[in-house]
């Protein structure tokens, strides 16, 4: 996804102008509050001469400051659209213009030698001109995804091809829904393949559909995920793309291995790819998230083990019937263990599960309206209350605070091999499907969403997803 994900984005809603300006004017007020630091509130250093206070020698400079860094940016590529580029890739290449800038205006300053300067000023102003600039970027990551939310500069894409490289494309862009991409179907040659949904995303048939499917669904963007023994086929749908002036991107088949599992090595000139094997969750990366697991449930105990009184004690009022709930569910590589959750159900509400979910798929069956579910039960089942026993699990090593939702065992039985991937890691108490709609998510997607997890997973994304779960809680979104 990485070639994906870093081409420049010809969908973008802002016009290419409005950064390099925002840029200048940021730049503009750098210098105005350096300027106030050193010479008005005088930070860190006096100033011994009065006289020197007037702000109108330092617009030329302020000026040429802000002109050089709008040309280094725009060299280095920080002004091109990038759908998935990271925050933080932005932040270094802001800090390095700087650095280089104010390299260069420090040289200006010797050669001209003017009567008013201040080197300390400088310092301030490339300080603040990073801070200032890397939060509009922020602010700007955050008004694009509001706009791409609400269906603005979203482009609509089709995968060629649904083999192992079309689904990991697949499960990157159901999974990352911020990056503007909006996945309408499918093709495969295969017609067993091409014409199975996965979750919300259709089967539209053989790719001798390609331009029939493209106009009817309004695509803006192709993704070829054919492996490079159909070369000829790949060429044509190329060409096709170019006629009906649609954007088009192929991904190569070596992406079946996931590059965070490849090695880069240099033989005097001669480029190496291995594959190391390595786990992104064996490990030293087992012991962090472990560490991360029991610190987190240590430090937050008085919080939880008072809701755990209140929601025992509101239980046992309701209907005098047992707090806990335990229930058998298959974690990590298919073994099983008891989870722990509060009772939202009657006594005995086991004993009508056939009957209810008789029409329901059995991988994850779910209804909106179960008429099990007592009063308690509802409000701590919205509120995912419920799940807060899960904690003990964690602490017993069973579970994570994140990670895929553990199955029942009747659920598995109905899996077919590919969803078997998402039992390859320790099962978790939220995850990545449950911070993008929860039960609204279909299974496959939710399969999708988990096997990106396991193959993406940092501390960094666990933390990201344990702060989006919040307001998914507050909200009560997906839940019932």
């Given at each position: ?85 990271a ?30 300067t ?60 911020e ?63 170019r ?9 190569p ?8 599992q ?40 008085p ?5 755990f ?56 069956p ?36 994140v ?7 009747s ?26 709609g ?43």
């Amino acid at each position: 996804m990485s070639d994906t994900q870093h081409r420049e984005d010809s969908q973008s809603v802002e016009p290419r102008w409005v950064m390099p300006l925002v840029d200048v004017v940021l730049v503009a007020i750098a210098f105005v509050i350096g300027y106030l630091l050193r010479y008005e509130f005088e930070l860190f250093r006096a100033v011994f001469d009065p006289t020197r206070r007037e702000f109108l020698p330092y617009v030329p400079y302020a000026l040429f400051y802000a002109g050089l860094l709008v040309f280094i940016y725009h060299s280095n590529g920080l002004y091109r659209h990038v759908r998935g580029r990271a925050w933080m890739e932005e932040v270094t290449i802001i800090a390095s213009g700087v650095a280089n800038a104010t390299v260069i205006l420090l040289a200006l300053y010797f050669m001209l030698q003017p009567q008013i300067t201040s080197r300390l000023m400088l310092v301030y102003v490339a300080g603040l001109t990073v801070g200032l600039l890397s939060t509009a970027r922020a602010m700007r990551r955050v008004a694009l995804a509001y706009l791409r939310a609400k269906g603005v500069g979203v482009q609509r894409v089709l995968i060629v091809g649904m083999s192992d490289v079309g689904q990991a494309v697949l499960r990157t862009l159901v999974a990352r829904s911020e990056l503007g991409y909006k996945v309408v179907g499918f093709l495969d040659n295969n017609p067993e393949r091409g014409e199975s949904d996965l979750g919300r995303v259709v089967g539209l048939g053989t790719t001798d559909n390609l331009e029939r499917v493209v106009q009817a669904h309004g695509i803006d963007l192709i993704m070829v995920t054919l492996q490079w023994r159909e070369y000829d086929r790949i060429l044509s749908i190329v060409e096709l793309a170019r006629r009906l002036d649609i954007d088009v991107r192929v991904v190569p088949d070596i992406f079946q291995l996931n590059l965070r599992q490849m090695q880069f090595e240099n033989l005097d000139g001669i480029p190496l790819l291995g594959f190391n094997g390595v786990h992104p969750l064996h490990g030293t990366s087992r012991i962090i998230k472990r560490i991360l697991d029991v610190g987190l449930v240590v430090i937050t105990a008085p919080i939880w083990l008072l809701i755990f009184a209140l929601v025992a004690l509101a239980i046992k009022i309701e209907d005098g019937g047992s707090v806990f709930y335990k229930t058998e569910r298959v974690g990590e590589n298919g073994r099983k263990f008891e989870m722990f959750k509060f009772r939202s159900m009657i006594p005995n509400a086991d004993a009508q599960r056939d009957e209810l979910f008789a029409d329901q798929d059995p991988k994850r069956p779910k209804l909106v309206h179960d008429p099990r579910v007592t009063q308690v039960g509802r409000f701590i089942r919205q509120t995912s209350i419920d799940e807060i026993p899960n904690l003990v699990n964690v602490l017993r090593g069973e579970m994570s605070i994140v990670g895929p939702r553990p199955p029942l065992p009747s659920e598995v039985k109905e899996y077919e091999h590919w969803h078997l991937q998402r039992l390859q890691t320790i099962p978790g108490i939220t995850g990545l499907w449950q911070v993008s709609g929860r039960s609204e998510v279909p299974f496959d997607e939710m399969v999708l969403m988990d096997i990106y997890y396991i193959e993406n997973w940092s501390v960094r994304f666990d933390l990201q997803i344990m702060l989006m779960t919040i307001p998914k809680v507050l909200l009560r979104r997906g839940a019932y």
